[in-house]
C-alpha cells in the first residue's frame, strides 16, 4: 500500500520537508505503516512561527464578522467531508467508525460555537466612572498560538483549540501527534478551502524537538496543550518560564460509582462504554467502578458478560468490531504489563484480554476488554493511567468511603453516578473531587460550550480549553478610560 502524504503547511504552502528523521504512523488494527511523518526541528518552527507573525496583522484586523463567515464555510465543508474524515480516524487510530463519528461531531460543535464569537467578543462599558468619564473594556487577540495534541483524538482536540483561537483573530500553528498526522492534516486542508488567507495557520509534525522549539520561540503567545499529566506538567512549567500562556490538559484516572440502587442495566450500559469505548484510550474514560455494598453481586458479573462480548477486530473493515488495535506494540505492551501487576499485586483478573487474537490480523495490536476485581489504593493499577479497555473494580462500604476514595488520587478530571436516589447524587456531585461529574452518565465529557473541566493533575493553568474559557485565553483585556472637553471647557470636576 503507497504510503499517505505528510506534509507540513506554512504561509499557504503544503511540502514535504527533508528531514533526518521520520515516524511510522500505522494502522493498528493491521500493524501496517501507513505514512511516515517528519520530524521537524527548530527550523520548521522558525518558518511556521515567521509565516503566522507576518499574518496577525491582517487577520486581527479582520472583522469578526467576516472571521465567522470563514468558519461558517468551514463548517460546511466538514459536512460534506464528514464521512471521508470519520474513515481517515478510523485507520489510522483504531476506534469504531460510530465512535470516529462522535470524535469529528464534538470537534465540528466547536467550530459551530466559534460563529458566535461576534457575540462573544464584546466587552463591557460603564458611562460616568466619573463625571463625564466613561470606562470600557474590549478584547483583542494575543497573537500567535500553538496547539499540541495527543493521539486519541485526532480531530476533536485539534478542534477545541484552533476554531476558538482564529475566531478570537489569533494566528495558530498546530503540531498533531505524530501518532495520527493524518486527520489534523485533511482537517486543516479544508480550513484552507474555506478561505484562510497563507501564514494564518501553519501545520508542523514532530515530537520533543519540535514541541521545545514552540515552547522557547519568543515570538509564541501562548500554548494550548493536550496530553499525558507529565508532559503537560513540563509544557506549563516551560512554556510559562518563557512568559506564554499555557493551558495544559493532561491524563485522569476517573471513577463511576455504582450505587446498590442504580438502574443495573443502564450502569452496565454505561461502564461498557465509559471503560472499553475507544479501547480505553479516552481521558474521560470510565476505568475505575467504584461499587457500594450489595451493587458488587449484581454489577460485577453483568459487567463481566458485556466485556467479555466485545469483539475485537478491524474496525476499518467489521462494523461488529468493538476494539481495534490499541494506538502501538508498545502501548499494548504496557497495558499488559499494567495487568500483570494487578495479578501479582493480589486482584483477580475475572476477564483477560491480553491474548487477544485476530486471525487475519496477527499484526495488529490488539488487546481485548479485561476486568481487574479487587483493586486496592496503594496498588500500581489504582495509581497509573492504564489508558487501554481495563476495568478497574473496588468495592466500598458506603458512598462516604467512595467519596474519601476519590479524594485521594491525584488526579480530577471526571467522577460519576449511578442512582435513582436525586440525594445521594446532589451529595455525590457537591462533595466530590473532580472537575467534571455524571450522574447516570458514564462519559461525563461536556460539549463546545462548556469548559473542560480538569482539576488537580489533569490541569495546568488557569482557563481550560472549549466555552468561555477559551475566549478569555485567547483575548487579553484592554481597558480604555476616556472623557471629552467640549470646546473651551475648563471646568472639569477632579475626584480630588
Ligand atoms: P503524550 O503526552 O505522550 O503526547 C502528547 C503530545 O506531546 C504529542 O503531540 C507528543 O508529540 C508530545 N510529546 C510527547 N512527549 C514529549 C516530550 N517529552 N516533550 C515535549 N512534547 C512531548 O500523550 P498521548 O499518549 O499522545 O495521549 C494520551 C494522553 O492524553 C493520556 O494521558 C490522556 O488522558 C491524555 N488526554 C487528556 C485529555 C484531557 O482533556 N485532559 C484529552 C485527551 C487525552
Known amino acids: 500500500m503507497a504510503l499517505s502524504p505528510c506534509p507540513i503547511l506554512i504561509n499557504g504552502t503544503w511540502s514535504v520537508p527533508e528531514t533526518a528523521e521520520t515516524s511510522d504512523v500505522h494502522n493498528p488494527s493491521t500493524g501496517e505503516v501507513i505514512a511516515k511523518v517528519p520530524m521537524c526541528g527548530a527550523d520548521v518552527v522558525d518558518s511556521a512561527v515567521a509565516a503566522a507573525t507576518a ?110 483561537a482564529l475566531a478570537c483573530g489569533n494566528c495558530f500553528i498546530l503540531k498533531p501527534s505524530e501518532k495520527v498526522p493524518l486527520t489534523g492534516i485533511k482537517l486543516i486542508e ?16 514532530g515530537g520533543k524537538e519540535c514541541v521545545d522549539a514552540l515552547l522557547e520561540h519568543p515570538d509564541v503567545a501562548a500554548i494550548s496543550f493536550v496530553g499525558s499529566s507529565p508532559i503537560a506538567e513540563y509544557i506549563h512549567k516551560t512554556g510559562t518560564a518563557h512568559g506564554k500562556r499555557v493551558q495544559a490538559a493532561g491524563g485522569a484516572k476517573n471513577f463511576v460509582v455504582v450505587m446498590p440502587d442504580a438502574d443495573f442495566g443502564k450502569a452496565v450500559e454505561g461502564l461498557t462504554d465509559a471503560a472499553f469505548g475507544c479501547s480505553g484510550q479516552r481521558c474521560m474514560a470510565g476505568s475505575t467502578a467504584v461499587t457500594v455494598g450489595e451493587a458488587s453481586e449484581r454489577f460485577i458479573p453483568a459487567i463481566v458478560d458485556s466485556a467479555s462480548a466485545l469483539k475485537v477486530g478491524p474496525t476499518h473493515l467489521s462494523p461488529e468490531a468493538k476494539l481495534g488495535g490499541v494506538i502501538t506494540p508498545q502501548h499494548r505492551d504496557r497495558v499488559s504489563s499494567l495487568i500483570q501487576s494487578a495479578v501479582d499485586e493480589g486482584c483477580d483478573l475475572l476477564v483477560d484480554g491480553r491474548n487477544a487474537q485476530v486471525a487475519d490480523y496477527p499484526d495488529g495490536f490488539y488487546l481485548g476488554a479485561s476486568v481487574v476485581d479487587k483493586v486496592k489504593p496503594g496498588m500500581t493499577i489504582f495509581q497509573e493511567e492504564v489508558f487501554g479497555p481495563v476495568l478497574n473494580v473496588m468495592r466500598m462500604n458506603d458512598l462516604e468511603e467512595a467519596l474519601d476514595l476519590a479524594g485521594k488520587v491525584s488526579f480530577g478530571n471526571g467522577a460519576c453516578i449511578y442512582t435513582q436516589s436525586g440525594r445521594l447524587a446532589r451529595e455525590f456531585r457537591h462533595r466530590v473531587k473532580a472537575g467534571m461529574i455524571g450522574i447516570n452518565v458514564g462519559v461525563p465529557a461536556p460539549l463546545a460550550y462548556f469548559p473542560f473541566s480538569g482539576w488537580d493533575y489533569s490541569f495546568f493553568g488557569d482557563l481550560h480549553l472549549q466555552g468561555r474559557e477559551s475566549v478569555m485565553f485567547f483575548t487579553r483585556a484592554k481597558v480604555y478610560t476616556e472623557r471629552w472637553f467640549a470646546p473651551g471647557e475648563g471646568d472639569v470636576w477632579h475626584q480630588d
Open 55 to 164: 499574518a496577525f496583522e491582517g487577520w486581527w484586523q479582520t472583522p469578526p464578522v467576516m472571521r465567522v463567515r470563514i468558519m461558517m464555510r468551514y463548517c460546511a465543508l466538514l459536512e460534506e467531508n464528514f464521512e471521508e474524515l470519520a474513515a481517515m480516524i478510523v485507520v489510522e487510530h483504531g476506534k469504531t467508525m460510530t465512535e470516529a463519528r462522535g470524535d469529528l461531531r464534538r470537534g465540528i460543535e466547536v467550530a459551530e460555537y466559534a460563529c458566535g464569537i461576534t457575540d462573544m467578543l464584546k466587552g463591557e462599558v460603564l458611562e460616568n466612572v466619573a463625571p463625564g468619564i466613561d470606562c470600557s473594556m474590549v478584547r483583542q487577540p494575543i497573537g500567535v498560538c500553538v496547539g499540541i495534541c495527543p493521539y486519541n483524538f485526532p480531530a476533536l482536540v485539534p478542534m477545541w483549540m484552533y476554531p476558538m
Open 190 to 205: 479544508l480550513l484552507e478551502e474555506a478561505g484562510l488567507p497563507p501564514g494564518v495557520f501553519s501545520v508542523v509534525h
